[in-house]
């Protein structure tokens, strides 16, 4: 289930109000006590950041020096 106040997340970062306090329910609550308590987790926090994929820069380009060529050894004769 989605949580309203998690509309305010755009990109991972917070865009409601600055005290980051939400209403729930009538009943004022600080954002990130009320998703502690009820094991929210928040797009912003430490918690939820994914591992970088590391990319392999160092591959060398290996071409494809074959492509466009023909084999010697193959008949290109048409009966």
Do not use: C
Not at 36 to 42: A, D, F, R
């Amino acid at each position: 289930m989605e949580h309203k106040f998690m509309r305010n997340f755009h990109d991972g970062v917070w865009q409601g109000r600055e005290d980051r306090v939400i209403v729930v329910h009538g009943v004022e609550h600080d954002m990130d006590e009320y998703a502690k308590e009820h094991g929210i987790v928040l797009p912003d926090s430490k918690g939820s950041k994914k591992p970088k994929k590391e990319i392999n820069i160092d591959v060398e380009d290996k071409g494809y020096g074959d492509m466009g060529e023909q084999e010697a050894s193959r008949d290109t004769d048409v009966d």
